[in-house]
């Protein structure tokens, strides 16, 4: 029977739908399993289920020879080395849709926290101080305010829509542009990346983590910024440069930033820090979540669903329908 790991624990009854594909072990969680030790687990399996929480690489692949799979529970995958695995064979799947529409709810949150000063004022009614409404907390709005969304891909654009509910300007940079039948249902407009940047008073990241945009918002593209705005980043931690945020915190360029996803995650990074930016957990102007973006219940049910099903596809001889290496696997 084929061995099948679950890097991280899922409902019980979807751990089952695996079972007629072989042995199924799960990490009983909530704390990933090392390297060496992922490694081991893996060694005589064909499949594993892999999170965000996996790093996989070559000198992972050559620890389990047998792996058809690397299921991943997520849609961002740059913890995936999908070239090595493309190049042994190995498929690489995602999940491409149901993380859309709860991270792009998730963002619009954050913007409105962190604008409307609310994390500040519920640490003020708690510390017991709150004696009735005093004029503090003052901070901005969404409402006539020009949205920036850097990247319009299927969050960007989900963003976009909720966005139609605001009185505000909405303005996106994509390497693609859309249609201008899309771009009027979404009343949004097209700008060059340096014009965005310039005008808006909330700038949202919606990138992949790549060569070209790891870092890209460093202390040159913060200068550029509008003073006094937001930046909002539920896409990758990488995108930043966290020390160059706090800095631009601290100086009032940027009345604040809010953040789902931190640099310390990005496995895909050798340098990776082992923390969040200090200055950045100190700061009164920052609204920061544990990379919540897709963690509804149903959906996150889903999502391992749709993993669990990939492994079923492959282990039953068929190229994954949400492979994406499929021509390496051909």
Not at 216 to 241: H, T
Request: glycine letters at 8%; one cysteine or more; hydrophobic letters at 45%.
């Amino acid at each position: 029977m084929d061995d099948i790991v679950i890097a991280q624990p899922v409902d019980a009854d979807i751990a089952d739908t695996l079972k007629p594909f072989g042995r199924v072990w799960m990490n009983p969680g909530p704390d990933p399993l090392t390297a060496p030790e992922l490694a081991e687990r893996c060694r005589p399996a064909k499949a594993l289920m892999a999170f965000m929480t996996e790093h996989i690489d070559a000198e992972f692949l050559e620890c389990c020879p047998d792996l058809r799979i690397i299921a991943g529970a997520l849609k961002g995958h740059d913890n995936l080395d999908v070239a090595a695995c493309s190049e042994r064979g190995v498929a690489v799947s995602i999940v491409p849709d149901l993380l859309t529409e709860p991270t792009a709810e998730l963002a619009l949150g954050l913007m409105i926290a962190v604008c409307r000063n609310m994390l500040p004022g519920d640490r003020h009614v708690r510390s017991g101080k709150f004696a009735g409404w005093r004029p503090r907390f003052f901070g901005g709005s969404i409402n006539g305010a020009t949205i920036g969304i850097v990247g319009a891909g299927k969050v960007g654009q989900a963003l976009l829509t909720l966005l139609r509910g605001f009185r505000c300007r909405r303005l996106y940079f994509d390497k693609s542009p859309m249609s201008g039948t899309r771009e009027r249902e979404l009343d949004a407009e097209y700008a060059a990346l340096d014009d965005l940047v310039a005008q808006s008073d909330f700038l949202v990241l919606g990138l992949h983590l790549t060569g070209d945009t790891i870092g890209m918002a460093d202390a040159a593209f913060l200068e550029r910024m509008k003073p006094g705005s937001y930046l909002i980043n539920p896409a990758r931690g990488s995108l930043v440069v966290e020390a160059d945020v706090a800095d631009a915190l601290e100086n009032g360029h940027l009345a604040g930033y809010a953040a789902d996803v931190f640099e310390t995650e990005d496995w895909s990074r050798a340098d990776r820090p082992d923390a969040v930016e200090p200055a950045l957990l100190a700061s009164e102007r920052t609204v920061l979540s544990p990379h919540i973006g897709s963690a509804v219940t149903g959906v996150r049910r889903e999502i391992v669903k749709s993993a669990a099903a990939s492994i079923a596809e492959c282990l039953s001889g068929s190229v994954p329908a949400n492979a994406v290496n499929k021509e390496a696997l051909r």
